[in-house]
């Protein structure tokens, strides 16, 4: 149990684009779901905690109006990076946070690697 | 205060040897201390959790030590295998700031045959 996923695993767009990045929680439901951002070598960068039904809250220093969430429904929140840059090329990941156990755990996702050309 | 501070960087062990990786925190609100394993172009799995009311955790081959009073956590995982050569990653929540997790740097474990 416990399985997050991310589609898709891997885009490539070209500059000034938009990229939309969705995660699912497939066996359980999440109230809260978590945005990642990591480069090569990194630990992760916390970007925005989303709960369902109401709007993200956003770490310090990431755009709002660049990374778009939305979390729609229990199992599903989405980002979008809009007008996409080759500097925000990165590996995006995602975690959710499960109601049916422990409240601290977060099941991460697989990732998305975003390369802006 | 609210880093956490991980090493070493990177770790070479033989296979069946042990691994060691260390953690510190400075904030003694956190009330959730869990350790990830992260294989290259995935995302981290959660490999084991621990909480500060006890002072260690075991799992299979794995095991967290907690020591609340140095403010200190460290996995051990015994009988490494080359299959554990991964990132591993320490973390720390509070629960009262909605699990939002604290990562450490990483360390870069690699297991030798």
């Known amino acids: 149990g416990a399985v997050v996923s991310q589609h898709p695993s891997r885009v490539i767009c070209k500059s000034g684009t938009s990229v939309k990045i969705e995660c699912r929680s497939l066996?359980?439901?999440?109230?809260?779901m978590f945005w990642y951002r990591q480069f090569p070598k990194q630990s992760l960068m916390l970007m925005a905690t989303s709960n369902e039904g109401s709007k993200a809250t956003y770490e310090q220093g990431v755009e709002k109006d660049k990374f778009l969430i939305n979390h729609a429904s229990l199992t599903l929140s989405t980002l979008t990076v809009t007008s996409a840059h080759p500097e925000d090329s990165s590996f995006y990941i995602c975690?959710?946070?499960?109601?049916?156990?422990?409240?601290?755990?977060?099941?991460f996702g697989p990732g998305t690697r975003l390369t802006v050309l | 205060q609210q880093q956490v501070k991980q090493s070493p960087q990177s770790l070479i062990v033989q296979k069946g040897g042990i691994s060691i990786i260390n953690c510190a925190y400075e904030?003694?609100?956190?009330?959730?201390f869990p350790w990830y394993q992260q294989f290259p172009g995935k995302g981290p799995a959660l490999l084991i959790a621990i909480r500060p009311d006890v002072s260690e955790k075991k799992e299979g081959r794995f095991t967290i030590s907690f020591n609340k009073s140095a403010k200190q956590f460290s996995l051990h995982i015994m009988d490494s295998q080359p299959g554990d050569s991964a990132t591993y990653f320490c973390a720390a929540s509070r629960y009262n700031q909605g699990g939002k997790l604290i990562f450490g740097q990483g360390t870069e474990l690699s297991v030798k045959p």
């Open positions: 904030n003694t609100a956190f009330d959730y």
């Open positions: 066996d359980f439901q999440a109230t809260t």
């Open positions: 975690s959710a946070r499960g109601t049916h156990e422990s409240t601290d755990t977060q099941y």
